[in-house]
T-cell receptor, first 115, second 114 residues
Framework: DAGITQSPRHKVTETGTPVTLRCHQT?????MYWYRQDPGHGLRLIHY???????DKGEVSDGYSVSRSKTEDFLLTLESATSSQTSVYFC??????????????FGPGTRLTVL | AQSVSQHNHHVILSEAASLELGCNYS??????LFWYVQYPGQHLQLLLK??????LVKGIKGFEAEFIKSKFSFNLRKPSVQWSDTAEYFC????????????FGSGTRLQVQP
């Protein structure tokens, strides 16, 4: 398995509070991604990063921000959590320089519950 | 925008039965195709992938998939399932446009009965 850890693994928080999820990799891969997994929707991309300080939005980016100050860490922040952000969050990494041969590997996930 | 359809949401099979899970995508250009598996309580693991070449791709644990470009399909197959194959299976597509994000299907939950 790829060296990807996510913290925390479980979190319960209240509506309106800020939450930060961390993804840490030991593979020195350039690309990192945050997805959320919800029943009936598969996984949907929130944000991704193509290098330190280089990030871009995915299809469900509203209410989320990200930061990447080091190659190994990609942070996902919910500025003011809402119940609709209750989900399982997965981090992924990939390395290939060519998009045509890129394969993503996933971390263990963080289960977030917003009450 | 590209989309991925997995029409079988829940499949129940007996051990030793053959499996075929459907995956169709909507993008007319060059695509990269993936099948991931998620065992209960675990993260997604790559089963197999297709970039180019032989459209019949073999993956881990006896799984294979066939890319049929004319049908925009990438169906997953296994000739004889085991109880340990109980999991959720996700098809994913990347349109190979330089943007590396994957578009996932909604998943198929496979339950194998002993």
């Amino acid at each position: 398995d790829a060296g990807i850890t996510q913290s925390p693994r479980h979190k319960v928080t209240e509506t309106g509070t800020p939450v930060t999820l961390r993804c840490h990799q030991t593979e020195n891969h350039r690309y990192m991604y945050w997805y959320r997994q919800d029943p009936g929707h598969g996984l949907r991309l929130i944000h991704y990063s193509y290098g330190v300080k280089d990030t871009d939005k995915g299809e469900v980016s509203d209410g989320y921000s990200v930061s990447r100050s080091k190659t190994e860490d990609f942070l996902l922040t919910l500025e003011s959590a809402t119940s609709s952000q209750t989900s399982v969050y997965f981090c992924a990494i990939s390395e290939s320089r060519l998009a045509g041969t890129d394969t993503q590997y996933f971390g263990p996930g963080t289960r977030l519950t917003v009450l | 925008a590209q989309s991925v359809s997995q029409h079988n949401h829940h499949v129940i099979l007996s051990e030793a039965a053959s499996l075929e899970l459907g995956c169709n995508y909507s993008y007319g250009g060059t695509v990269n195709l993936f099948w991931y598996v998620q065992y209960p309580g675990q993260h997604l693991q790559l089963l197999l992938k297709y970039f180019s070449g032989d459209p019949l791709v073999k993956g881990i644990k006896g799984f294979e998939a066939e890319f049929i470009k004319s049908k925009f399909s990438f169906n997953l197959r296994k000739p004889s399932v085991q109880w340990s194959d109980t999991a959720e299976y996700f098809c994913a597509v990347n349109a190979n446009t330089g943007r590396r994000a994957l578009t996932f299907g909604s998943g198929t939950r496979l339950q194998v009965q002993p």
